[in-house]
């Protein structure tokens, strides 16, 4: 249960994932408290610098733009009709994609992520202990949500195709909760790709159910949106390049309550998506500060840990809406 020996999941990664780490310049990951060598120190600053190179004046405008029409839309909903509201988020869509392409530099994936706060073995010889069981109320969640569907509870639309989507959706939440104890156990590369894989099968399938349920269509695109997740994972694996993996990831959460403004409820108790959305944030701020949570805590609970039960109310606040709302 010795953080700092090599895993043998390491050494067993895909030849793919093994070669690229090889090449890539990164030193193995150091011991809480240490310093990495010269090589992963020039590559987070170089990190650093991408991200300071991200100029923030077309994303202003993107979202000015679409929040100006949002507003237009809700005070003068006579003059703007469905073709027009789905046309300006493809037209977003489309923005942020160039934006991201031309404006971005590519982001390859800082060695530094994989040393967390919180290495001890608490217990059962389970390496990086919190990191790990903090992820088994994703499992719950997600089978939680499918005993409820299949009791009938949640209140869903009858049409197979959406029902198989929102089981998909919870069958993913349970295969975060796995994936992500997996890349815990032996945080690298090579693991971290079970550990994101997943996710964009929910970020994705949520896509098209909020689309089909509030713009009428978008549930038969639900198959090429998973791919276009599942490529995302691929194409980092490749390349080592984040970009298409922050876009599939960030697109949904950031035109969210936009998408919401825009177009008509099918559904009341629409706030729940907001909620999930604030729980969202609160997992990524803890995420951000890791270490100073960590010790903030007397070194009890990190932010990671708190970010993976933050996460998990997150999902709870999808399923707690489906149970409560009523069709309008």
Known sequence: C?????????????????????????????PEGSVNGPAAEAQEGMVMRQFKKFPITPLITIFGLLGSFCTYAVMFPEYVDLGSKV?????????????????????????????????????????????????????????????????????????????????????SYIAIGFG???YHWAPTNATLVWDRLPMTLAFTSLTAIVVHEHAGTGIETMPFLVLAGIWSVWYWGRTDDLRPYAFVQGFPMLTLPFFL????????????????LVWY?????????????????????SGHSIKHLAAAVGLCMITRMLTVRNEI
């Not at 999941?9 to 310049?25: F, H, I, K, V």
């Not at 300006?88 to 404006?103: P, T």
């Not at 944030?281 to 609970?301: K, L, Q, S």
């Open 261 to 276: 403004a825009l177009f008509p409820a099918k559904y009341d108790s629409r706030a729940y998506y907001i909620f999930a």
């Open 2 to 30: 010795n953080p700092d020996r090599p895993s043998r999941r390491a050494s067993s990664s895909p030849p793919l994932m093994r070669n690229r780490m090889a090449t890539s310049g990164s030193n193995p990951v150091a």
């Open 180 to 182: 992500s104890s997996y």
């Open 281 to 301: 944030a609160v997992a990524r701020v803890t995420e951000i500060n890791d270490r100073e949570i960590f010790h903030a805590t007397g070194r009890r609970i």
């Open 87 to 171: 046309g300006i988020m493809l037209l977003v869509l489309l923005a942020l994609m160039i934006y991201l392409y031309v404006a971005v530099p590519p982001i390859p994936q800082d060695q530094k992520y994989h040393n967390f706060a919180d290495k001890r073995c608490l217990c059962c010889k389970v390496p990086n202990t919190f990191d790990v069981v903090s992820n088994v109320p994703f499992m719950f969640v997600g089978i939680g949500s499918l005993v409820l569907q299949h009791a009938g509870i949640l209140k869903l639309e009858a049409d197979p195709t959406v029902q198989w989507s929102w089981s998909f959706l919870f069958v």
